[in-house]
């Protein structure tokens, strides 16, 4: 990690997620680790749980030519490209994770999640 910021960079993750897929990888041998093949060695994987991660919930999205964003003003409505009652995208990083819906925690607005979306990474690094 960049010691200058305190951000974490896609390159981050992955050395971390390659970090703990080898951590987590049994090598088949009888090791009297105490430890079932692809069983997660929680002590080693603590050590990751303070790593900030960006988290944002997307309602929708809309096009429009800079002319008509400046003549917005107060009470304008901006048209998504979602219907309503249709699920919103919930993000890790600016990586799409999963989708849910949205809801009212006492009085501020937050997001049930509903769907796991299953990663395309295939390994590649």
């Known amino acids: ?3 200058d ?12 997620a390659n970090s703990l897929n080898e951590i987590e990888t049994n090598d ?13 060695m929680a002590k080693d994987v603590t050590a990751i749980y303070d790593i900030p991660v960006q988290v944002s919930a997307v309602l ?10 400046l003549k917005l003003g107060r009470g304008a409505v901006v048209e998504l490209d979602r219907k309503v009652g249709e699920a919103v995208d919930i993000y890790v990083n600016n990586r799409l994770v999963a989708r849910g ?4 925690v006492e009085d501020k607005l937050g997001v049930t ?3 796991i979306v299953k990663s395309d990474r295939g390994g590649d690094a």
């Open 101 to 104: 819906e949205v809801v009212v």
């Open 60 to 69: 929708g999205h809309s096009t429009m030519q800079v002319s008509q964003l």
């Open 1 to 3: 990690m960049n010691d």
């Open 28 to 40: 088949g041998g009888d090791d009297d680790d105490g430890f079932a093949e692809g069983e997660a």
């Open 113 to 115: 999640m509903t769907e």
């Open 5 to 16: 910021e305190d951000i974490v960079t896609e390159d981050d993750i992955n050395d971390l």
